[in-house]
């Protein structure tokens, strides 16, 4: 197991509905980053988050809004739900040096629209 | 042009066999270079980092060519048990970018 833990595991919305997602980081990692990944599609990089301060960004709209505490956990909300909003939501904690890391994905939170 | 090119496949491998796939990237400046593996509906899970050298992890053999700017990963002897989706990822600035992935199903 990565340690990295996510809920909920499932989700159905109306669209136009609001919604929060969580995600607890493996131990000792200070960067966490959120993924939409749709049905026949590779993840598409939506944020990241480090030491509480937004590090990068995807092609995604500011409805798209995230959140990451002292404790390293973190939260990705969605305003407005839309229809093609529905995915498979990773969430990847990694710890961040001079260099590049592993990411470790929790096992998601699958959100239907409808 | 997209960041990660993958052919989506999918790859029917009978067992015991050999299959090799890459794909192909667009970013030059790419520092790190993955395989992740997911299954059906599941998260997606590290299967091996790709070196400018090559490496081999038992079955499973990755190769880099910065030149061409492609990956490659090739399974050995090809177990029911590694039916799945291969996803080529590459680290592009602070993110990681992934391919669609290759569907590989091994059929006994």
């Known amino acids: 197991e990565t340690g990295v833990t996510q809920s909920p595991t499932h989700l159905i919305k109306t669209r136009g509905q609001q919604v929060t997602l969580r995600c607890s980081s493996q131990?000792?990692?200070?960067?966490v980053s959120w993924y939409q990944q749709a049905l026949g599609q590779g993840p598409q990089f939506i944020f990241q988050?480090?030491?509480?301060?937004?590090?990068g960004r995807g092609n995604f709209p500011p409805r798209f809004s995230g959140l990451q505490f002292p404790n390293y956990s973190s939260e990705l909300n969605v305003n407005a739900l839309e229809l093609d909003d529905s995915a498979l939501y990773l969430c990847?904690?990694?710890?961040?040096?001079?260099?590049?890391?592993?990411?470790?994905f929790g096992q998601g939170t699958r959100l239907t629209v409808v | 042009r997209k960041e990660v090119e993958q052919d989506p496949g999918p790859f029917n491998v009978p067992e015991g066999a050999t299959v090799a796939f890459n794909c192909t990237y667009s970013?030059?400046?790419?520092?790190?270079f993955f395989w992740y593996r997911q299954d059906c509906r599941k998260e997606p899970k590290l299967l091996m980092s790709?070196?400018?050298s090559g490496n081999e992890d038992g079955r499973f053999t990755a190769q880099l060519n910065r030149a061409s700017q492609y990956i490659s990963l090739l399974i050995r002897d090809s177990k029911l048990s590694d039916s799945a989706t291969y996803l080529c990822?590459?680290?592009?600035?602070?993110?990681?970018?992934f391919g669609k992935g290759n569907q590989v199903v091994v059929i006994p």
């Open positions: 790709v070196y400018s």
């Open positions: 970013n030059s400046a790419s520092q790190s």
């Open positions: 988050y480090y030491r509480e301060e937004e590090n």
């Open positions: 131990s000792g990692h200070n960067t």
């Open positions: 990847a904690s990694s710890y961040k040096t001079g260099g590049v890391t592993e990411a470790f």
């Open positions: 990822v590459v680290n592009v600035e602070r993110r990681l970018a």
